[in-house]
């Protein structure tokens, strides 16, 4: 079997490239030990590519994620988010960025008990201080998108699984973010809402151009989700090799 290597960083560069990582590495103390759980990732997407980071647990595919996402910092390399540094950015531009650049999904939801699910996709429209006025109208246009037009007034525990993350595509999807950034955005559901949420999903990125990084374990989920696959093990990106 080959050994592992790191995807070129001139791989796309004829495209107008959104993610640029570059010598990324990531490393945790816990206790005497040190954890390498990323070594020196290469990494280039373009604008509207849909690509899978597909690993085991403990590959570093949800560490990867968490840094283009802006959730940590890299040990060392440089991770470049629609033409912005994330490695130079303060707190505060950094919040900016998480707000206006990127939307995240999650398997869990993350969504507000005590709020409306119009609320919480409110959220953060909120925290980027658009008008009340502005901020309800988009909330409420982009839960009419994923079919909850007639669910603005339920809280979570109201709601089913796939109506939850349905709420939570919404959040995700309506500040309008260069990048779309979902960590097993399926895994809480059954078969047929899996595949119904992937549908609305990608028809929005269809139409917004948006690029979609997708964390998965799942090889079928992500041939059929997206355009290229990137297969990490043990911290790194494998080039030409099937796991």
Known sequence: ?????????DAFLAVDLVVQAEGVTKTYVEGDSTVAA??????????????????KSGSGKSTLLNLLGGLDRPTS????????NLHAMNADEMARFRLETVGMIFQAYNLVDSRTTLE??????????RAKHERRAAARAALEAVGL?????????QLSGGERQRVAIARALVNRPAVLLADEPTGNLDTAT??????LLLDHLEQHNTTLILVTHDEELARRSTDRVVRLRDGRILAGVEE
């Open 38 to 55: 990323l070594r020196g990732i290469d990494l280039v997407i373009g604008r509207g590519e849909r690509v899978a980071l597909l690993g």
């Open 194 to 199: 899996a595949h119904e949420i992937l549908r």
């Open 149 to 157: 037009g007639d669910r603005l007034n339920h809280r979570p525990n």
């Open 77 to 84: 390399g440089t991770v470049r988010i629609a033409g912005s």
């Open 1 to 9: 079997m080959s050994s592992p290597v790191s995807e070129p960083v």
């Open 120 to 129: 919480n996709v409110e959220l953060p429209m909120v925290f980027a201080g």
